[in-house]
């Protein structure tokens, strides 16, 4: 089993910055890749973006050059910098991590980007 919690959303302006952190714990070394996935109101849940084990990344093409995922092995943390947001950025936002037997989900943080 692995838990995720996750932190650091909240109301932004737009053009403004968030850091969202992803606490690992359990099965640590089950895990793969780490990442985040995002569903707005209406909409299908999306991944936003990935990074794994090794520290290989990928993003959705409409955050590229703008978020940010990193990861601290030490602290069995991952992060999303998101710079530069914008009012179609908000949604719910999920900490993922991908194993062999599995994938688990955060319970979800919610980011609202809106003057």
């Known amino acids: 089993q692995v838990q995720l919690v996750e932190s650091g959303g909240g109301l932004v302006q737009p053009g403004g910055s968030l850091r969202l952190s992803c606490a690992a714990s359990?099965?640590?070394?089950?895990?793969?890749?780490l990442g985040w996935h995002r569903q707005a109101p209406g909409k299908q849940r999306n991944l936003v973006a990935r990074?794994?084990?090794?520290?290989?990344?990928n993003y959705a093409d409409s955050v590229k050059g703008r978020f940010t995922i990193s990861r601290d092995n030490a602290k069995n943390t991952v992060y999303l910098q998101m710079n530069s947001l914008k009012p179609e950025d908000t949604a719910v936002y999920y900490c993922?991590?991908?194993?062999?037997?599995?994938?688990?989900w955060g319970q979800g943080t919610q980011v609202t980007v809106s003057s």
């Open positions: 993922t991590a991908d194993t062999i037997r599995r994938d688990y």
């Open positions: 359990g099965s640590i070394f089950l895990i793969n890749a």
């Open positions: 990074i794994s084990s090794g520290g290989n990344t």
